[in-house]
C-alpha cells in the first residue's frame, strides 16, 4: 500500500468439481462459463475428475490444478492439450573445424523428436558429422545415427536420438565430429525439435 502498511490478500480455489470461490470475478466469471457448456467442465483435481466417471464419456474437462484438458473416452482420461513443439536453434557462422562447439541450458523439461541440419556451404571429400551431448554424454548412443549431411549436400533430416528426454537446466552441446576433407564447410545451422514435457 501506498503508506507503508500491508494487505493479506486470502484466496480460496473453488470446491472440487465447482467454478465457485473468491479467485476474482474474472476467474470465476470464466470458470462458470466452462461450466455452462453441456460439453465442458473445470475440476479442481484429479480427484474430482475421477468422480465424474462414466457420466462424463465423450465430453472434455479442463483441470485446474496442473491446466490439462482431458477427454474420457469410457475407459482413461486422454490429456487433449496436443502436442507444444519448440526449436533448439544452434548456428555456427564461418568454416567449420570439429573443435568448434556451441551450447544451450534448457529452460524446462523437453523431449527431443528429431531436427534438421543445414550448411550454408558444402563439405566436400567426407560427409558433415555433428553429435548432441546432454551434460557430456552423447544423445546418440548409436553413433551412426548421429545427425550428418552426405558429401556435397547441404541438409539432412535428423532422426530421435537413442536419448530423448532433457530437464530443465540441463547442458545441451552441439559437437562437429568430422567435416569436409576437400572442403571444410561452413555456416552450420542445426535444430532440435522437442516437445514440452
Same mark, same amino acid.
Given at each position: 500500500?501506498? /503508506?507503508?502498511?500491508?494487505?493479506?490478500?486470502?484466496?480460496?480455489?473453488? !470446491?472440487?468439481?465447482?467454478?465457485?470461490?473468491?479467485?476474482?470475478?474474472?476467474?470465476?466469471?470464466?470458470? /462458470?462459463?466452462?461450466?455452462?457448456?453441456?460439453?465442458?467442465?473445470?475440476?479442481?483435481?484429479?480427484?474430482?475428475?475421477?468422480?465424474?466417471? /462414466?457420466?462424463?464419456?465423450?465430453?472434455?474437462?479442463?483441470?485446474?490444478?496442473?491446466?490439462?484438458?482431458?477427454?474420457?473416452?469410457?475407459?482413461?482420461?486422454?490429456?487433449?492439450?496436443?502436442?507444444?513443439?519448440?526449436?533448439?536453434?544452434?548456428?555456427?557462422?564461418?568454416?567449420?573445424?570439429?573443435?568448434?562447439?556451441?551450447?544451450?541450458?534448457?529452460?524446462?523439461?523437453?523431449?527431443?523428436?528429431?531436427?534438421?541440419?543445414?550448411?550454408?556451404?558444402?563439405?566436400?571429400?567426407?560427409?558433415?558429422?555433428c553429435d548432441i551431448h546432454k551434460n557430456g554424454?552423447?544423445?546418440?548412443?548409436?553413433q551412426g545415427n548421429r545427425p550428418t549431411i552426405? /558429401?556435397?549436400?547441404?541438409?539432412?533430416?535428423?532422426?530421435?536420438?537413442?536419448?530423448?528426454?532433457?530437464?530443465?537446466?540441463?547442458?545441451? !552441446?552441439?559437437?562437429?565430429?568430422?567435416?569436409?576433407?576437400?572442403?571444410?564447410?561452413?555456416?552450420?545451422?542445426?535444430?532440435?525439435?522437442? !516437445?514440452?514435457?
Open positions: 500500500m501506498a /503508506d507503508g502498511t500491508t494487505t493479506n490478500l486470502a484466496m480460496t480455489k473453488p !470446491e472440487d468439481g465447482a467454478s465457485t470461490g473468491n479467485w476474482g470475478p474474472k476467474l470465476n466469471t470464466n470458470f /462458470d462459463t466452462l461450466d455452462a457448456n453441456p460439453g465442458i467442465k473445470t475440476v479442481a483435481d484429479d480427484a474430482a475428475k475421477t468422480a465424474l466417471g /462414466d457420466t462424463w464419456e465423450g465430453r472434455v474437462v479442463y483441470q485446474l490444478d496442473n491446466n490439462k484438458v482431458f477427454k474420457y473416452d469410457g475407459a482413461a482420461w486422454l490429456d487433449v492439450r496436443g502436442t507444444v513443439t519448440r526449436g533448439i536453434a544452434y548456428c555456427i557462422a564461418g568454416a567449420l573445424t570439429t573443435s568448434l562447439k556451441a551450447f544451450f541450458t534448457a529452460p524446462c523439461a523437453l523431449t527431443v523428436t528429431g531436427g534438421k541440419l543445414e550448411i550454408g556451404t558444402a563439405c566436400t571429400g567426407a560427409a558433415l558429422i554424454t552423447t544423445l546418440f548412443t548409436t552426405a /558429401d556435397a549436400g547441404t541438409s539432412a533430416a535428423i532422426t530421435a536420438p537413442d536419448v530423448t528426454s532433457i530437464a530443465a537446466g540441463d547442458r545441451i !552441446e552441439l559437437d562437429i565430429d568430422q567435416i569436409g576433407s576437400t572442403v571444410a564447410g561452413s555456416d552450420l545451422s542445426l535444430t532440435l525439435y522437442c !516437445e514440452v514435457v
